[in-house]
């Protein structure tokens, strides 16, 4: 009991109050905005877990640093830099996935203007209603099926991995596509606005352990791809037969063709537009 007096005395009484300026409240904010946000992500990544053995590993220092165990200390102080290097390694495809997110967010795109103009995430409702019936049909003989569609992320690097298309988004070609024993059928296809770019794309395989353990390698990968960008996937089932789409790391499962209209008219930017238009026409009527 004596040593932890003795402890506190020593730390806490040469402590003082500081004179708080107004920069000192919003920096104060900025961090505390910071650290929240950090912990929210790092609540559904691998770094939770490994945080809860750092506080273990923090309280067993503490103690050490109280009752003076010099051994100890001196291990800590030496482990130290090679564990910070060691934490790097292991978390490099969460820490790969943040920046990637943080590099998607919309205040960045919008002080610069990666595009330079491109509109690659809109698209007509005519493709919407393509889209639709070629995975309707192909859900009803279990045809097997991966369609990623592009917003503002590029896919420029998965569309490499396949073969290029460039063919105006219809049902008739995606059928074609994904049919049995076709040379195009194995893969993905990337559609980027009303067009088909590319089949036969390989995607990044989620490792979300939430996943079910039924799904197979097509969703895993639908999945995937939407982790680590903003594209929207559907996935058809060859076993079930079944609709599904991707987004943001969210599988939703045995969507029917009206919900799969509303998700693709949810990234087509279309209220915009109809907002222009609907302006326009109470211009004209004035």
Known sequence: MQQIELFLDTNLT???????RTTDIVEILII????????????????????????????????AAIFNMTTILWIVQNVFSIAVIAIVVILQPELR??????GRKNIISSLLSFDNGKSSGRFS?????????????????????????????????YERTGIDVDGIVTSQLLINIFEHNTPLHDGAVIVCGDRITSATCY????????????????????????????????????????????????????VDS?????????????????????????????
């Not at 040469?14 to 708080?20: A, D, Q, T, V, Y």
């Not at 946000?37 to 220092?61: C, D, E, P």
């Not at 005519?126 to 503002?152: D, P, S």
């Not at 996935?235 to 939703?252: D, M, N, P, Q």
């Open 14 to 20: 040469s402590l003082h109050m500081p004179n708080i």
């Open 32 to 63: 505390a905005f910071l650290v929240y946000h950090i912990l929210v992500w790092a609540k559904n990544t691998r770094i939770w877990s490994l945080m809860k053995g750092v506080v273990i590993i923090v309280v067993f220092v503490l103690i």
């Open 97 to 102: 996935k943040a920046l990637e997110q943080l």
């Open 125 to 157: 409702d005519k493709t919407v209603n393509e889209i639709t019936r070629a995975c309707v049909e192909m859900a009803k003989v279990r045809t097997g099926a991966l369609i990623v569609i592009e917003q503002n992320h590029s896919l420029a690097e």
């Open 203 to 254: 995607l990044p395989l989620s490792d979300n352990m939430e996943l079910g353990k039924e799904l197979g390698t097509r969703h895993r990968a639908g999945v995937g791809v939407s982790e680590v960008t903003d594209s929207l996937t559907i996935i058809v089932s060859e076993e079930t037969g079944k609709i599904s789409v991707a987004y943001g790391g969210e599988l939703e499962r045995g």
């Open 258 to 286: 009206d919900r799969l209209k509303e998700r693709l008219r949810q990234i087509q930017n279309k209220p915009t537009e109809e907002h222009r238009h609907k302006s326009a026409r109470r211009g004209k009527a004035k």
